[in-house]
Nanobody, 121 residues
């Protein structure tokens, strides 16, 4: 399974971006897809995740109300709509796929290459 992210870029604080994660295929081991991010000098953190089987979503508290996950089942693509962006959202954003809806990155077996999001103040 290959994951390809796109949609990163530079935006001013308060602006919006939409990230995309396209999966080459979906299997039983990729029922969940999630987004993680890693800021410079920091650990990689969970952002949000989606379960393809039942439509459940799961967000980190830091992005609730600002970020929204949406799927395109026909394209095997997951979107992350990011609104009201803040400088603290600056990071490399990674897409991941795994067997369960969880914030624990160890449960995700497949990872994309990452896309840079930079929010200027």
């Amino acid at each position: 399974v290959q994951l390809v992210e796109s949609g990163g870029g530079l935006v001013q604080a308060g602006g919006s971006l939409r990230l995309s994660c396209a999966a080459s295929r979906r299997t039983l081991k990729t029922r969940a897809m999630g987004w993680f991010r890693q800021a410079p000098g920091k650990d990689r953190d969970f952002v949000a995740a989606y379960d393809w089987n039942n439509g459940d979503t799961f967000y980190d508290d830091s992005v609730k109300g600002r970020f929204t996950i949406s799927p395109n089942d026909a394209l095997n693509t997951l979107y992350l709509q990011m609104n009201s962006l803040e400088p603290d959202d600056t990071a490399v954003y990674y897409c991941a796929a795994g067997e369960g809806l969880t914030a624990a990155e160890g449960w995700y077996d497949y990872w994309g290459q990452g896309t840079q999001v930079t929010v200027s103040s």
